[in-house]
Structure formats: C-alpha cells, structure tokens
C-alpha cells in the first residue's frame, strides 16, 4: 500500500465503523453524512480488498480482517490525537455521566463504596451501570462504546481489550441461623445431606461445588437454581436450604440481620478473580483514567 497516497481520514471512518456497527451512527460520531460515511466504507474495502463489515440482522459485523486491523488503527488514532492535545480532567468540576457494565455481583460490592467516594472527589459525575452476566458481553459493550468500564470475570486480554486485576473472591456457605445441619459445627456428610441452592446465571443445575463433590464422589441435591444472588439470602432464612456464596456477599446478608449464619465450606474450593476491563481507545483518555483509578483504590476497602 502506498502510504503516501493513503486517505488518513479513512481510518478516523473505520475506528467510527468499528465501534458502531452502523453507517449512520459512525458518521454521527466523525460528522459525516450517511452518504459521505457509506463512501469512506467503499474505498476501505478497496483499500483493504476486504469487506471489513458485513450486514446482518443483528447490524454490521466485522469480518476477521477488520478485526486484525482494529487494534493497530486505535492505536494511530490514539498516538495522533495525543500529540494534537493536552487532556485533562478535573473531577471535583466535572459534570460528566460514566457508564460501567457491572456483574450484579460486581455491582453490590462495589458500588456503595464507589458512590460513597465520588460523592465527595466528584460531586456532579454520574454513573450509569449496564447489568451483564459473561465476558463475551462485556468485549460486545466496551468494543460498541456502550460502557466506559466493565467490572467482572475477566476477559482474555486483546489487542483492544486491557484489563486489571481487582481482587480474587473466596466461597462461603450460608444457611439459616439455628439450622439443624450445622448444630455440631461444619461436617462434608451434613452438607451433602441438606438440600442446596445454587445461583448460576446461565440456569445451571450444577456448579463449581458440583465438580469438587464428584472428585470425592459425592453428590448433592440442588432443590432449587437462582439466576441471581440476591434472593438466596432471603430463601435460605426461611427454609432449610443451603447455599454456597461468595464470601463477600454472604458476610454483606449476614451483617443485615436476614438470619442466616455463615460457615466455611467443609471442602476446599478455589478463588476466582475480579477484573475492570476497558478498551485500548480509552487507554489514555483523562477522565476513565481517572475513574479506573478510583475503582481500583475502592476495591481495597470491600
């Protein structure tokens, strides 16, 4: 390709393009009509001999080649308006409005703390949370600039997905207080025995407990599959169900006075990790900076 004669706006039309997926909403976001943006997407495909994006029901979708090219484009972008403009962000006079895509679980431990800090560094940012259940949803929001941040399971990091760490998350088990299973204290024959809940987003009737059971040769009965967390606490206090939380949320009920007690499982299960995810674009862009920032040093109050 012969850079020289090569229409840089073009790439400014790719980057609108690719976050859109949407003739008419990516010319909106460069200030370009309908017509002039379906022109710019015909001399890419020539330049690219490629489609790039293809139409389907569900909008235009990338082919592997736009793809490929996403990333190193963001990056130019980036480089380019770095060097046109000094940024920066001011939040205690920043009227501004982040969206982040939140587990639910993400979503109750971190939010109150979250609120609580921006309420007296940022007092006229809002937030708009955007509820998601995979990693897969999270990369559909961040890559289609629906959300600012994500907060959850972590995604496999990409040329245009980066992420950090927040903390790693243990298991708790719940049931009501005075259950008679746990009279003596925690035993792996009581907890087989009692009739269990599980909470699985997806509808599951079997879990992460469900697979270290079987490794003992155990089974346990799951009476009855939340796709939320936040009901079990309330079932659990008035049945005799129980039910394997993570820690966090199950402390948080239990300090509520719902009535039910916490216990350490009576097997070994493994942590898993919480991760704020962003997009390459916004790497560098002051004010998600600054709100990775704080979403980071709350983490470490939860």
Known sequence: MDVAGFDLN??????????????????????????????????????????????????????????????????????????????????????????????????????????????TEAPRVDLRVRGMFGRDEAV???????????????TDVSARILA???????????????????????????????PHLLVSPEGDRSGLVDSELSKLGLKRRVVLSLPQFLVAPFVIAETDLVATLSSRVARRFAETGVGIAVHEPPIVLP??????????????????????EIVAEVTTST
């Open 10 to 119: 073009l790439l400014k039309a790719f980057d609108a393009l690719y976050a859109e997926r949407h003739v008419t909403h990516a010319g909106l976001r460069v200030g370009l009509s309908q017509s002039a943006m379906s022109g710019a997407l015909t001399r890419l495909r020539e330049v690219f001999e490629d489609e790039l994006f293809v139409r389907t029901a569900a909008g235009m979708q990338p082919t592997p080649r736009a793809h490929d090219l996403a990333g190193p484009v963001a990056d130019a972008l980036r480089i380019v308006r770095g060097a046109l403009q000094v940024e920066g962000f001011d939040p205690e006079t920043a009227d501004q409005t982040f969206t982040i895509a939140m587990t639910d679980y993400a979503a109750f431990v971190l939010l109150p703390p979250l609120l609580t800090r921006l309420s």
């Open 271 to 292: 942590t898993w990790p919480l991760a704020m995810m962003w997009h390459r674009r916004a790497d560098t862009h002051a004010a998600t900076a600054w709100l990775r």
């Open 140 to 154: 559909a929001l961040l890559d289609g600039g629906e959300a600012d941040l994500a907060v959850g399971v972590p």
């Open 164 to 194: 950090r760490p927040l903390f790693r998350e243990g298991f708790a088990c719940v049931a009501r207080s005075g259950h008679p299973a746990f009279a003596g204290g925690v035993s792996l024959g009581a907890f087989v025995a009692a």
